[in-house]
């Protein structure tokens, strides 16, 4: 597939704070492309370059094989962005909303691509209410009808569902799911790593680097290892037990702990760890690592 959009050695800074550090990747046309990380990573300062809206301190980005910084305005009629503070008109309805933002792009023609947004974002009952009264997850939903108005190539999302609530989040998610269908490239940040699992390929950021980036199946596959779930009590004493026994990964999750393994022999070793704690163990299984089981070995690793 044709790259949509390539970076090459970007880097940023704030003062003395390097936001982005030389990373390189390149976003194929039509793929649900994730950039996740924690805050202050670097995911924001990357899409705000790539939308013309940063310039860099060194480096290229293209899109559609044009340098963003020598074409901005022709570039910008062929994108889309949801910001992670996108700014609605809490006092203009929903249906003015978007036509105000049909008229920014200089979309003359907007009524019928207003009712299918409407349509395809479940908004068409609610057309007439001021968006000051929508919940947190419709404010999303008539935020991305807003930036898909003039039928950007590539949409960039900065963080859309944080704080939104878990019913909502996976309403937007199919909205996106069908978005791709329809050949749209999207770029989205996310903190969330369990969203990454959606995404076609994930670019992993921590401190201005980029520390994997691959489809989420060969990032989990590249540890070469096993996560060892265990289902235990009391469980704090069991997490601190192993921490001072292993060297391993270990995670706390709830009422069970993520223990990352090389080979099936550790298994009977730190059941028998767990033993010698009192700790009463009530289920065990084997497991493929999870992303964030991944990540979080990774910035390990380069400490």
């Given at each position: 597939?044709?790259?949509i959009i390539?970076i090459?050695?970007?880097?940023?800074k704030y003062?003395?704070i390097e936001?982005?550090?030389?990373?390189s990747?390149?976003?194929?046309k039509?793929?649900?492309?994730?950039?996740?990380g924690p805050?202050g990573?670097?995911?924001t300062?990357?899409i705000?370059?790539?939308?013309?809206?940063?310039?860099?301190?060194?480096?290229?980005?293209r899109?559609?094989?044009?340098d963003?910084?020598e074409?901005?305005n022709?570039?910008q009629?062929?994108?889309?962005?949801?910001s992670q503070?996108?700014?609605?008109y809490?006092?203009?309805?929903?249906?003015e909303n978007?036509?105000f933002f049909a008229?920014?792009?200089?979309?003359?023609?907007?009524k019928?691509r207003?009712d299918?947004l409407?349509e395809f974002?479940r908004l068409?009952?609610f057309?007439k209410?001021?968006?000051?009264?929508?919940?947190?997850?419709m404010?999303?939903?008539?935020?991305?009808?807003?930036?898909?108005?003039?039928k950007?190539?590539?949409l960039?999302?900065?963080e859309?569902?944080?704080?939104v609530?878990?019913?909502?989040?996976r309403?937007?998610?199919k909205?996106?799911?069908?978005?791709?269908?329809?050949?749209?490239?999207i770029?989205?940040a996310?903190?969330y790593l369990d969203?990454?699992e959606?995404?076609?390929r994930?670019?992993m950021f921590?401190?201005?680097?980029?520390?994997?980036?691959?489809?989420?199946?060969?990032?989990?596959?590249?540890?070469?290892?096993?996560?060892l779930?265990i289902?235990?009590?009391?469980?704090?004493?069991?997490?601190?037990?192993?921490?001072?026994?292993?060297?391993?990964?270990i995670?706390?999750?709830g009422?069970r702990?993520?223990?990352l393994?090389r080979n099936k022999?550790?298994?009977?070793s730190?059941l028998?760890i767990?033993?010698?704690?009192?700790?009463e163990?009530?289920d065990k299984?084997?497991?493929?690592?999870?992303?964030?089981?991944?990540?979080m070995?990774?910035?390990?690793?380069?400490?």
């Open positions: 597939m044709k790259n390539e090459n050695n970007l880097r940023r003062g003395e936001a982005l550090r030389g990373i990747l390149s976003v194929n039509g793929e649900m492309f994730g950039f996740v805050d990573a670097g995911k300062t990357a705000r370059i790539m939308c013309g809206l940063l310039n860099p301190n060194e480096g290229t980005v899109l559609f094989e044009e963003i910084t074409n901005r022709a570039i009629k062929r994108i889309g962005y949801l503070k996108f700014s609605l809490g006092d203009l309805t929903v249906d978007i036509e008229e920014i792009h200089n979309v003359s023609d907007y019928k207003r299918e409407l974002t068409k009952p057309r209410r001021l968006a000051e009264k929508l919940s947190g997850g404010k999303q939903k008539l935020a991305l009808a807003c930036s898909l108005i003039h950007p190539e590539i960039f999302l900065d859309p569902t944080t704080g609530d878990p019913v909502s989040r309403d937007f998610w909205i996106l799911a069908d978005l791709i269908k329809d050949k749209i490239t770029v989205m996310t903190p969203e990454a959606r995404c076609s994930v670019a921590n401190n201005g680097e980029i520390i994997a980036c691959d489809t989420p199946d060969n990032i989990k596959r590249s540890i070469g290892m096993t996560s779930e289902v235990c009590k009391p469980i704090k004493n069991a997490y601190d037990l192993l921490l001072s026994e292993i060297n391993n990964d995670q706390l999750f009422d702990i993520n223990i393994i022999d550790e298994v009977e730190i028998k767990l033993n010698s704690g009192n700790i163990v009530a299984r084997l497991t493929e690592p999870s992303i964030e089981n991944v990540f070995y990774l910035i390990k690793q380069r400490k």
